[in-house]
């Protein structure tokens, strides 16, 4: 009876090994297929949702628009400075005119009469001053009036000199630095506008739009998953027993659940650390369980649903 037991356990053990082994040449995983993630690239409220869960759309197309009111006030504010800009800059380019010329020499002559005026009211008053006839502070108001058209007279002297000589290089490459400028900023602004409109990167499905219409986004949050259209790919675990026979560019054949046809693939990324408990904290019997996350790349099976079943053969 011992012995029938001993020959028994025998046949277990060694069938359980067979089975094992034949496991181990087989990897198990899912059909996939490569999701996109976009991010909100600005702050702001969801004012338009273009697209559906499920929906096929092309790359470039929208997905979803977020209110940009603010963003267009930035946008004009922008243009006004550039605009006036320019203007300036034209003005320097073009010199002055005739009429204005005519204008500022007009203003000198009409403040030099009141500067000749105001000097003899000084020496009229500095005489009835000296004779106590007024007071010293009248003799005061004099002299300020006299002292503060006499620099008028200047500022409008030298503003006349200006216009009839014509501004600097060195006033102009200012102007047309400072257009420059405001140009560039322009266009950062106009470049954010695109941030508030979601396209798609890629042809594919819209597989999830997590946000809604009137919900408020912050920067980087996820506004929408695509599935990218074309071939899909098999998620498989190696097992570590397999780790070594395999590598980046295998070619490996591939089964899906309910599918009679088989497909060809190309191993197309492998890890290098294993999926679970890494091998340092693991003794040599419990090594062997370790598996390694794969993706198997398929050719000639677009349109097959993802999240099936697969089992790939190892060699």
């Known amino acids: 009876m011992l012995i029938k037991q001993l020959i028994c356990t025998v046949f277990f053990s060694v069938g359980l090994t067979g089975c094992i082994n034949k496991g181990d040449s087989q990897a198990f995983g899912t059909l996939e297929l490569d999701r996109i993630i976009l991010q909100a690239k600005a702050v702001g409220e969801i004012i338009e949702v273009c697209v559906s869960e499920g929906s096929m759309v092309k790359k470039g197309q929208i997905l979803l628009r977020l209110d940009d009111s603010r963003q267009q006030e930035l946008v004009y504010r922008a243009k006004a400075e550039a605009k006036q800009a320019l203007a300036y800059l034209e003005q320097l380019r073009n010199g002055a005119r005739k009429e204005d010329i005519k204008a500022a020499i007009a203003e000198v002559e009409a403040i030099t ?39 008028n007279q200047k500022y409008a002297q030298e503003n006349l000199n200006k216009l009839k000589n014509g501004v600097r290089y060195e006033e102009i490459m200012q102007a047309e630095s400072a257009y420059e400028k405001y140009c560039a900023n322009l266009a950062v602004e106009n470049n954010k506008l695109e941030d508030y409109i979601v396209k798609a990167t890629r042809n594919g499905r819209v597989d999830s739009l997590p946000k809604y219409c009137g919900e408020q986004v912050q920067l980087g949050s996820t506004v929408a998953i695509l599935l990218v259209d074309g071939n899909p790919y098999a998620r498989i675990y190696v097992p570590e027993s397999m780790r070594a026979k395999i590598s980046i560019g295998s070619k ?49 099976a677009t349109g097959l649903p993802i999240g099936l079943p697969v089992q790939v053969t190892l060699p």
């Open 113 to 151: 009469a009141k500067l000749t005026n105001a000097e003899k009211e000084v020496e009229r008053a500095a005489i009835l001053a000296k004779n106590n006839s007024i007071k010293r502070a009248n003799l005061d108001t004099a002299i300020s009036i006299r002292d503060t058209l006499a620099a």
């Open 252 to 300: 490996l054949t591939v089964f899906i659940d309910n599918i009679e046809k088989s497909y060809q693939g190309v191993v197309r990324s492998l890890a290098i650390d294993p999926a679970f408990t890494p091998y340092y904290a693991l003794n040599q019997k419990e090594r062997s369980r370790l598996v390694y996350l794969a993706e198997v790349q398929l050719k000639d």
